[in-house]
């Protein structure tokens, strides 16, 4: 039997990486926005269809109510939404009316007998658990777990529903993360900061590492939540990553950290503990002084 | 008076959990604690009661061995602390939701107050799913927050951006650690917690539904795929040399 599968996404490129998470059922999902979404940016992805739940809140998750009526209405097995911090809040809310059982930023996902099988990180991202859910179920994907699906080319039909209104949330303003704070999750190329380092100061040599490998800079934990030198830092709590390549220096690699790195294509490490965890965890390390290596790596690279 | 309801989780901690060379996981040497991201919120819900002139409560949902949980709880401020026991239920996302919203319910609470994810799970579900069970509004992310007549005005770290909201009560929010500090409880506030009442309720009574059709099928110790290739050389300069040309190769330059 097919599964019927919906999927919500905050933007075109979380949609097509669920396109790829749906392929596992052989079905070809159906698409729900809200709000002030645009279907025509979401039109040629490959869904059978796009409902657009309308409305004057500009609080996707705001309309959870009226996506899970939808979805009761539609007969749907399936509810599948990329993890960004949107989409995870929604499909916990439509779990919530559904009262039906939800995984959380699985990273594997197949189809049993009547059943849905999915894989996710727990522990800080030391053990995997794998789950089974018949009946109803709703899955977050981790972003970057899957590949985001090339377009099909067919435009999909729109179907528009009044979304209704919940102004119990009203937003009053929004602002920018920080000055000049940079998004990590959409940098190609990452050089990670740990305890290594001692002073503010010395981070200048991780800058100029960077800007050589035309790379952002980012932190682990520590630096952002105790030092304050970085307004986010990468790890479990904090962004999870996906980029070209990542290359750290002084950092140790707790799971906490590591977890937050798994979908990165390239892990390079320098670290002076030859017993530092980041080292089962890398491509490619070096065990030494990140200053000394740096200053030698700096003329390899220009 | 409006109580606010804090969940506070009994967790095996995960710094203790050992991952076998057969990819096996042994949780034997795992101690118990209360999740480490709790202890914020416990304090965010002491702060908010006060501001909102109510009680603060701790909801513990899990075995009868997660009673320890409330001792620790009660030391960070709270008023009193409850144990929901689910026996064998546990006290998973879909578990923990539903005890918070009966909780809530019976008191006639009107804020529930959880951290964003638990440090054994991180599913982060248990606040949207509470509020998708009262049909509150739920606030996720909050990194700052002050209360103010029947509603909350909150910030919250959203994807790209800082949101400022309000929010009627009642109301679900969740917090980030960076929303407030979890102060060392005083050997004062240790001692008060004493003569706090901390009581015990049965998951059966309060209509907590098992989850029975999700199973976890296999839990094992996380691989890595990585290749763990160490680059060596006499020098730092024969090391940079030969990084150099692999970044190269792996055409990431």
């Known amino acids: 039997m097919m599964t019927k599968i919906h999927v919500y996404a905050s933007s075109p490129e979380l949609a097509a990486e669920a396109i790829t998470a749906a392929a596992a059922f052989g079905a070809q999902p159906a698409l729900i926005l809200t709000g002030n979404q645009n279907p025509a940016d979401f039109a040629e992805l490959g869904f059978s269809e796009i409902v657009h739940l309308t409305g004057a809140n500009p609080l996707p998750e705001c309309y959870a109510k009226q996506i899970a009526t939808a979805l009761r209405a539609d007969d749907s097995q399936l509810f599948l939404v990329p993890g960004d911090l949107t989409g995870r809040d929604i499909a916990a809310r439509v779990a919530g009316y559904l009262g039906c059982p939800m995984v959380s930023e699985a990273f594997d996902l197949a189809a049993g007998p009547d059943a849905i099988q999915a894989s996710r990180l727990t522990y800080g991202g030391a053990v995997v658990q794998r789950q089974q859910i018949t009946g109803r179920a709703v899955v977050s994907i981790a972003p970057g777990a899957f590949e985001a699906a090339a377009p099909s080319g067919a435009a999909a039909p729109v179907k528009t529903i009044d979304g209704g209104s919940d102004d119990r949330v009203t937003l009053v303003a929004t602002h920018p993360k920080e000055q000049g704070a940079v998004d990590l999750t959409k940098a190609d190329k990452v050089v990670c900061v740990g305890m290594g380092f001692s002073a503010k100061e010395e981070l200048d040599t991780a800058y100029r590492l960077a800007k050589a490998l035309g790379a952002e800079v980012g932190c682990t934990r520590p630096l952002a939540e105790t030092n304050h030198w970085f307004p986010g830092y990468i790890g479990i709590s904090g962004d999870q990553i996906a980029p070209k390549l990542y290359f750290s220096l002084g950092v140790s690699g707790q799971v906490q950290h590591t977890v937050g790195i798994r979908g990165a294509k390239l892990v390079v490490a320098c670290s002076k503990d030859a017993a530092a965890p980041i080292f089962q965890n890398c491509d490619y390390g070096v065990v030494g002084d990140l200053f000394e290596l740096t200053e030698a790596l700096l003329p390899q690279l220009s | ?253």
């Open chain 2, 1 to 253: 008076m409006t109580d606010v309801i804090v969940g506070c989780k009994w967790v095996l901690d995960e710094a203790d959990v050992r991952v076998q060379a057969d990819q096996s996981v042994d949780f034997s040497l795992a101690k118990s604690k209360i999740s480490e991201y709790d202890k914020n919120a416990i304090e965010a819900a002491v702060q908010l009661a006060q501001q909102l002139g109510g009680k603060a409560v701790g909801v513990t949902a899990g075995p009868a061995t997660a009673k320890k949980a409330l001792t620790e709880a009660l030391t960070r401020g709270l008023d009193e602390a409850v144990l929901v026991d689910t026996g064998d239920a546990g006290s998973s996302a879909q578990i923990a939701a539903q005890v918070l919203a009966a909780e809530a319910r019976e008191r006639g609470a009107e804020l529930i107050v959880v951290a964003e994810g638990s440090s054994d799970d991180y599913a982060r579900q248990t606040p949207s799913r509470a509020g998708a069970i009262l049909d509150w509004p739920v606030v996720t992310a909050v990194s700052g927050f002050a209360a103010a007549e029947g509603q909350l005005k909150v910030s919250r770290a959203a994807d790209d951006a800082v949101q400022e909201l309000t929010v009627t009560l009642p109301a679900v929010i969740s917090v980030l650690p960076e929303a407030c500090d979890a102060p060392i409880p005083s050997l004062k506030a240790a001692l008060a917690a004493k003569k706090k009442p901390a009581s015990e309720q049965s998951g059966a009574d309060l209509g907590v539904t098992p989850v029975a059709n999700a199973t976890t099928t296999s839990v094992t110790g996380y691989a890595s795929e990585r290749q763990c290739v160490l680059v060596e050389g006499d020098s730092m300069a024969e090391k940079a040399a030969k990084l150099a040309a692999i970044l190269k190769k792996e055409g990431v330059l």
